[in-house]
């Protein structure tokens, strides 16, 4: 994208987007992509620079978007965050759950409480407390669309990558949007999740340094290039508009075809 493109169109006019990770990487790429298509969009990290470079890269494009800071593994901060978000907006329409930190421990080191834990509430906690949270103001707006980042290791195990706690988390996330959207049937809420393959970013930047590793991730594509951000939130913008009303409880895979053979 190059700056100073603002708006390519009205898909998500009138709809108020939370996006969480929104500082780097996928949930970045969202909460552009969501102005860019008219969204109102209130981004959420936990890290205040990279929140401040995600609100400058939009203004750059002609685009305005609302920075939120909190700590999602922490109950009342969410609880704060959300209260704020709502006052600030009156609606939350879209919740993308995107924000997350796992550790990448083989089982024999793996502590209890650095690695498992820190991971679990990184990947789980935090997709909990912003949708909880976030629930009551979807109702009141008359329904809403959850959208959460599983991965392709919530399918399968990625050859010299040491994710047993991500493959909980992820699997979790998978497991918990089926029933997130049965909950929210009767409410107009639906939950659907995006499975990403490899996409670079900070998080995934240390780890592509590894040449085996690098190595085993191209022997899976089919389409021979790592993923974007970008290739992840253009269905986020699908899922997020009013063209997907009737897909709920769904996975999408976005992983070069990774996860097919
Ligand atoms: N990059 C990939 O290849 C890939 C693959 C599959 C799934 N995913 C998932 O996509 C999502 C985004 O991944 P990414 O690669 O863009 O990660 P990233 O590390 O680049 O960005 C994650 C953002 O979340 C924020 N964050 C972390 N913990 C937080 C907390 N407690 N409170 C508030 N903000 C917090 C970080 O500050 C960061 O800005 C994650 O859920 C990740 O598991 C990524």
């Known amino acids: 994208m190059m700056t100073g493109e603002g708006k390519l169109s009205e898909r998500l006019a009138g709809k108020v987007a939370v996006v969480t990770g929104a500082g780097s990487g996928i949930g970045q790429g969202c909460a552009l992509m969501f102005a860019r298509h008219g969204a109102t969009v209130c981004a959420v990290d936990i890290d205040r620079a990279s929140l401040d470079e995600t609100v400058h890269t939009a203004e750059g494009e002609g685009n305005a978007i609302k920075a939120y800071e909190a700590d999602l593994t922490d109950p009342a901060a969410v609880a704060a965050l959300v209260a704020k978000i709502a006052g600030d907006n009156r609606r939350i329409d879209v919740l993308v759950n995107a924000a997350a930190v796992a550790e990448f421990v083989w089982i024999e080191e793996m502590d209890y409480e650095t690695h498992w834990r820190r991971t679990l509430r990184g990947e789980l906690d935090t997709v909990f407390l912003m949708t909880k949270q976030a629930w009551p103001h979807m109702k009141a707006s008359g329904g809403g669309s959850i959208v959460n980042l599983a991965s392709a290791n919530a399918y399968v195990a990625l050859k010299d990558s040491p994710a047993l706690a991500h493959t909980a988390g992820k699997g979790g996330v998978l497991a918990m949007t089926r029933q997130l959207a049965m909950e929210g049937g009767p409410h107009g809420i639906r939950a659907n999740s995006i499975s990403p393959g490899m996409i670079v970013t900070s998080a ?25 951000p970008e290739d992840i939130a253009w269905l986020a913008v699908y899922l997020a508009s009013d063209e997907s009303t009737y897909v709920t409880g769904a996975d999408f895979r976005v992983d070069g075809g990774a996860l097919a053979w």
């Open 204 to 228: 995934t930047k240390p780890v592509l340094e590894r040449p085996e590793l690098l190595a085993a991730v191209h022997e899976k594509l089919m389409v021979d290039r790592l993923g974007k």
